[in-house]
């Protein structure tokens, strides 16, 4: 137990603490304290920059900064109003006129021209502004830049962009000019290089920057930014290969084949050379198309087409003809053995010759040989409204065209591709179902049986056609007609074998037309029959039955409904369907 008093405990608790703090040595005194050692020399230097600051404001103020400048007119201590008087009397004196310069030569324009305006208020307000706007760390570091060096800020100027961007490129199509490269001439057998040559080009874009920087600037010189332009192949790249062509048009070129042989003269060879650009060089190399014309006279000596066997119609029946093989030039070995070995000193060379074989040769053709008459109609030709001469020979120029024709298996036959482009008399044709005069009257009725002998064959009718009228020569339902560029009869080979087109005009007054292929087994038969007859119209139903190898009906039905119009002839004269007066031609095979 204590007998001190209580609070003489405390006092000496405190200044003992007190005591301890100040005795401690440095490295374990508080953070506090350090905290409060720096904030003194801070707060000082603070307070002697603002008082600086304040100085310096209060003896400038209302001019500009020392050491600004735009471009070489010094605009320190002045007032704004003075520093705009001064790039007033700078732009009269100065900028009456704009001089561009440089290695292209010397061109001038007016300012007006230009239509530039320098905005000497706005200058110097920029002026002005310069260490007085912005944070207080832009405006110290402008301050200090203007104190110790100087401050250049562009004037403020405007003009038209487009008139100055004309005229430097009026400039550059007066001066500019293309590299050229050095190649190499042959005429005959003389060799030539062309040397190489410098380009020129001006940089339209630099300087158009270098027009805004010296108005900014406010100096009338404006400088031109233009630079050589070098060529891709050079005079020695050249000369080398002019060398190695000498070389390779120094002595004929011999070809042989069996006993023959062809020369290719010097003259010859130097036409056929081709230089190409590639890495600074010019590689050397042959034209192949200019070769394959130097080498004409081989490929006609040479070459010979493939015959094809074929079929012709003879005695009542179908003969082959014989196919004969050909001949053909390999011309991707004969070029490239050229091309390997004529730049190598190799003069003679062995034409490479390979057999070409036909597509159809005659064995084949024997084993696929229309062998007998598959499908056939006729029509009767004198039954037509119109029986001119003109009328028949439009019958035989188009019969003629399709006699012979021969379809392989899954081929498509169409009759507009055979008879639309040849030339034919103008006649009656069947327009919207009026009798009116084209040129090509007819040639329904070449369409019409030849489309029955197709479905009497047994092929696939791919495109067929109805009249708008009933005609008298065909029976309802059976015609096919025709128009170049629109309406065509189409049927497809669907037999094994080649098929033979027979169709021709008779002088009994009917036209024919015949099918020959090998038998398909099959048994067509077609027939049809008036579902309406009247006086406005008439509607026809066509059958089909089809019987196979062994006699069994594979198909027996109406395979479509026809309608037609009333007839009316040139006369202006309608024959109706039902009338007496049009004849109901019968099924003729």
Not at 198 to 212: M, S
Not at 284 to 295: M, N, P, V
Not at 478 to 485: E, H, I, P, Y
Request: charged share 30%; with cysteine.
């Amino acid at each position: 137990m204590s007998l001190k008093n209580p609070k003489d405990r405390v006092r000496s608790r405190d200044a003992l603490e007190v005591k301890d703090v100040f005795d401690a040595p440095p490295s374990s005194r508080p953070p506090k304290y350090w905290r409060r050692r720096l904030i003194v020399p801070v707060l000082i230097a603070c307070a002697v920059v603002a008082v600086l600051a304040a100085a310096d404001y209060w003896m400038h103020y209302g001019r500009i900064y020392p050491g600004v400048k735009v471009g070489n007119v010094s605009l320190g201590d002045k007032t704004p109003e003075e520093a705009r008087a001064a790039l007033e009397e700078r732009t009269t004196g100065v900028l009456k006129e704009l001089r561009f310069s440089g290695d292209p030569g010397e061109f001038s324009l007016s300012p007006d021209r230009l239509n530039v305006d320098v905005d000497a208020r706005a200058t110097a307000d920029r002026a002005y502004a310069v260490g007085r706007q912005g944070g207080i760390l832009k405006r110290i570091g402008e301050r200090l830049g203007a104190s110790w060096s100087t401050v250049s800020i562009p004037a403020a100027v405007d003009y038209d962009r487009g008139v100055a961007r004309a005229e430097i490129k009026n400039l550059a199509a007066r001066v500019n000019q293309e590299a050229q490269d050095a190649y190499v001439s042959i005429r005959g057998p003389k060799v030539d290089v062309i040397e190489s040559r410098e380009g020129y080009a001006v940089d339209t874009g630099a300087t158009e920057a270098n027009l805004d920087q010296a108005l900014g600037n406010m100096s009338g010189e404006v400088e031109i930014v233009a630079g050589a332009l070098e060529p891709e192949v050079l005079t020695p790249a050249a000369e080398e290969a002019a060398e190695k062509s000498r070389e390779a048009i120094s002595e004929p070129v011999v070809l042989t084949y069996e006993d023959d042989d062809w020369k290719l003269s010097p003259t010859e060879i130097g036409q056929t050379l081709s230089f190409t650009p590639e890495g600074g060089e010019l590689q050397l190399g042959l034209d192949r198309e200019r070769l394959r014309d130097a080498l004409s006279k081989v490929y006609n000596d040479i070459e010979v087409k493939p015959v094809e066997a074929g079929f012709e119609f003879r005695d009542g029946g179908i003969a082959v003809t014989q196919s004969k093989t050909g001949k053909e030039i390999e011309e991707e070995k004969l070029f490239g053995a050229i091309e390997a070995g004529l730049f190598e000193g190799v003069r003679e060379y062995e034409v490479p010759v390979a057999i070409t074989e036909p597509k159809l040769a005659t064995d084949e053709a024997e084993k696929l040989k229309p062998t007998e008459l598959i499908g056939s109609y006729r029509t009767n030709y004198t039954l037509s409204t119109d029986k001119s001469p003109e009328r028949v020979e439009n019958l035989r120029i188009a019969s003629d065209a399709i006699s012979g024709k021969l379809l392989a298996p899954g081929e498509v036959f169409s009759v507009n591709e055979v008879a639309s482009p040849l030339k034919y008399n103008e006649t009656k044709v069947i327009i919207f179902g009026k009798e009116e005069k084209a040129d090509g009257g007819g040639l329904c009725q070449v369409s019409s049986p030849l489309y029955n002998a197709a479905n009497y064959a047994g092929l696939e009718i791919v495109e067929r056609h109805p009249h708008d009228a009933q005609l008298p020569y065909i029976r309802p339902g059976l015609d096919a007609t025709v128009w170049f560029g629109s309406l065509d009869m189409k049927f497809k080979n669907t037999t094994d074998g080649y098929i033979f087109l027979r169709e021709y005009v008779a002088d009994d007054g009917y036209i024919y037309a015949e099918i020959y292929g090998q038998p398909t087994g099959k048994k067509v038969e077609m027939d049809s029959e008036p579902e309406y007859l009247g006086a406005d119209y008439s509607k026809w139903v066509t059958y089909q039955k089809v019987t196979d190898e062994n006699g069994k009906v594979v198909f027996d039905d109406a395979i479509r409904k026809d309608t037609y119009k009333p007839l009316i002839d040139e006369h202006g004269r309608t024959i109706r369907p039902n009338s007496k007066d049009l004849n109901i031609a019968p099924v003729l095979y």
